[in-house]
Structures are given as C-alpha cells and as structure tokens.
C-alpha cells in the first residue's frame, strides 16, 4: 500500500471531518493585557495589595475555586472579569469568591432587575434625568455618578426601572480598570423627593452588595429633614465602612464643595462645569447595546445551583424581607415625625 493510502487512511481529510460534523473547538479567551497605568498599577499595589507579578496567579486561584467550591456556577471565569471581584475585595480570595457567588446570587433571584438589561429597554428612565456621569473625574480619579430621585415619577414607571439603569450604568463603569483601582463617588440630589419615593430605594440598598465596585464615598444634598429617619433606618442595613462614607450635606453646597471641587461639578451644584449634562452619558450607554445583549439577554439556566443547592447567596435579603422592613421603616418614620 502507497505511503498516500496509509496517510489517508490514519489522517481524517478536512472533508471527513466536516462530514462527521466534529465540533470545533472553542476559541481561547483574549489573554489579559493590563491598561492602568504606572501610577494605578502603584495605587493598586498599595491600596488594593495588587501585585503585577501575581496578578495572573491570584486570577487562576480564584478561577480554580469557583470550579472546586461552585462547579455548576454559570459566570465568565476569564482573567479581566475575575480581576473585578479580586479587586474589590483587595485580592482576598474567600471574599472575592463570596462577592461573585452574591453578584450572580442577585442577578437570579432578581429577575425584574437583571432579565433583558440594555440601554435600549430604558429610554424612558435614561431620558427622564434620573442619573448620569458627570464628565470629569475627582482629584482622587473617582467617576461621579449623579442621581436625581426627583426626577423619577412613579405613575409613569416602576421603581425597579430606576433600579435597573442604576446597575447598567454599574456594569458599564465597572469594564474599566482605570474605575476598578479608583472607585466611583455617588452624588445624589434628593430634592423635592417625598417619604413615598424614599421608601421604595429600601430593596434596593438591600441587595446592594452583590456588585464589585468600590464606592468611596455618597454625598447627599437638598435631603429633607425626615431624611434622617430613614437613613438611621437603613445604615442597618449598610456595612459600617459604607455607611461611614455617607455625608448629608443639606442645602450647604460649601459643605459639598470641601469634598468635590467646583471645576468638577456642574452650576445647578455651585459648579463651574457648565450645565449639567445628561445626553452625552446615555450615548455611551445606547453605544453598549451590543454588549448588554450579549451578557444580559441571553437564555440562562432555570435554576443555578451551588453543590447541588439552589443559588442563594450569603448577605442578600429576600423579597419578602425587604417588604417587611420597608412596611416597618414607613411605620417608624411616621410615629417618629
């Protein structure tokens, strides 16, 4: 027999292969490339005990757990989204571990937020003003994120709407690792907003923690004097370094001014940027679409399980919980004012 036959016969042809219809493959995951530069690759070494050397070392750690501990966990386990938990929680790897397990904990047992999330769906919440970025960073590099309750009016949509543009534009600043070494810094406008409008935040500020970004620091201005009540209420439910990192700042925007610089902040803050400006953020967004479809809009399995258990994850309260304390929080509050 030629040596032709003898190849043909032990070397499958390109044509046989596709006539037995073998599955390909799955193409490797892009390998990690870091972006920060040398000042954050130093921040991150001092503050986040991030180590360029071991980077890649502490991703595969983190990677083989999540396949030992969760075997049927169904999350990305490529480097640069493993990056986000273990920068989040200062490269521990048990409290990386439980605050990815709570991140996909959260998308399943809230599917009124999380089912079909993209910036197309939410126009209404995107166009109304509710929140934005505000274009300049702060002196310590954090995004801005501006949200206006009032702006919310709860005939036209429900509070889980608010809810879920606030976990979308979550998700969008969380790519960049510029914002996983800095954080991001909350501004919120509560003026005008009532006990009613409030109160329906509770769940949200419930389940908050299942999300792997650092907020370093909450500033509230124009808050109402009840305003108190409810957040001596809910701090409960916030960890201690969180809630330390809450200021109320009332109509004094001098106050405010001592933590964000004027050049930063828009005139309807005693700002020097300009008018605030809500088009350019929701551009960025409905340029995402794409890729909110791809991770967010995709069929997933009815039921997650964790060694065989249901998907429920550590520190998160359920639904009925959080009815109980916020039927609780407006009882409170009206015997207290």
């Known amino acids: 027999?030629?040596?032709?036959?003898?190849?043909?016969?032990?070397?499958?042809?390109?044509?046989?292969?596709?006539?037995?219809?073998?599955?390909?493959?799955p193409p490797?995951?892009?390998?990690?490339?870091?972006?920060?530069?040398?000042?954050?690759?130093?921040?991150?070494?001092?503050?986040?005990?991030?180590?360029?050397?071991?980077?890649?070392?502490?991703?595969?750690?983190?990677?083989?757990?999540?396949?030992?501990?969760?075997?049927?966990?169904?999350?990305?386990?490529?480097?640069?989204?493993?990056?986000?938990?273990?920068?989040?929680?200062?490269?521990?790897?048990?409290?990386?571990?439980?605050?990815?397990v709570n991140y996909h904990g959260c998308r399943r047992s809230w599917p009124e937020v999380f089912s079909n999330l993209r910036p197309s769906a939410l126009k209404d919440v995107l166009n109304s003003g509710f929140l934005t970025v505000l274009p300049h960073t702060d002196p310590r590099g954090c995004h801005v994120l501006c949200i206006r309750p009032d702006r919310w009016i709860?005939?036209?949509?429900?509070?889980?709407?608010?809810?879920?543009?606030?976990?979308?534009?979550l998700e969008k600043l969380i790519q960049s690792e510029e914002t996983q070494v800095n954080g991001i810094v909350i501004l919120a406008d509560y003026k005008g907003v009532s006990l009613s409008k409030a109160s329906h935040f509770g769940p949200f500020i419930a389940k908050k923690d299942g999300f792997p970004i650092r907020i370093k620091a909450v500033h509230i201005v124009n808050e109402p004097r009840i305003f108190k009540g409810i957040?001596?209420?809910?701090?409960?439910?916030?960890?201690?370094?969180?809630?330390?990192?809450?200021?109320?700042?009332?109509?004094?925007?001098?106050?405010?001014?001592?933590?964000?610089?004027?050049?930063?902040?828009?005139?309807?803050?005693?700002?020097?940027?300009?008018?605030?400006?809500?088009?350019?953020?929701?551009?960025?967004?409905?340029?995402?679409?794409?890729?909110?479809?791809?991770?967010?809009?995709?069929?997933?399995?009815?039921?997650?399980?964790?060694?065989?258990?249901?998907?429920l994850s550590e520190g998160l309260i359920s639904d009925a919980q959080c009815d109980d304390s916020m039927r609780a929080m407006k009882s409170q509050l009206y015997s207290c004012y």
């Not at 709860?154 to 509070?159: A, L, Q």
């Not at 300009?274 to 340029?287: F, I, K, P, R, S």
Request: charged fraction near 25%; glycine fraction near 4%.
């Open 154 to 169: 709860p005939s036209n949509y429900p509070i889980t709407e608010n809810i879920r543009a606030i976990y979308l534009t």
């Open 231 to 311: 957040f001596a209420i809910i701090k409960p439910f916030l960890k201690e370094k969180i809630a330390n990192r809450f200021f109320l700042h009332g109509s004094d925007l001098n106050s405010l001014h001592t933590n964000l610089p004027r050049n930063i902040l828009p005139k309807e803050y005693g700002g020097t940027a300009g008018e605030l400006d809500t088009a350019t953020w929701n551009a960025v967004l409905l340029a995402s679409e794409d890729d909110f479809v791809k991770e967010f809009c995709q069929p997933v399995p009815a039921c997650d399980s964790l060694l065989g258990q249901p998907l």
């Open 1 to 25: 027999m030629s040596e032709e036959s003898d190849s043909q016969r032990t070397s499958p042809s390109v044509a046989s292969l596709s006539e037995n219809e073998l599955p390909l493959p």
């Open 28 to 100: 490797e995951p892009p390998g990690y490339v870091c972006s920060l530069t040398e000042d954050l690759v130093t921040k991150a070494r001092e503050e986040l005990q991030e180590k360029p050397e071991w980077r890649l070392r502490d991703v595969q750690a983190l990677r083989d757990m999540v396949r030992k501990e969760y075997p049927y966990l169904s999350t990305s386990l490529d480097d640069a989204f493993l990056l986000r938990f273990l920068r989040a929680r200062k490269f521990d790897y048990d409290r990386a571990l439980q605050l990815l």
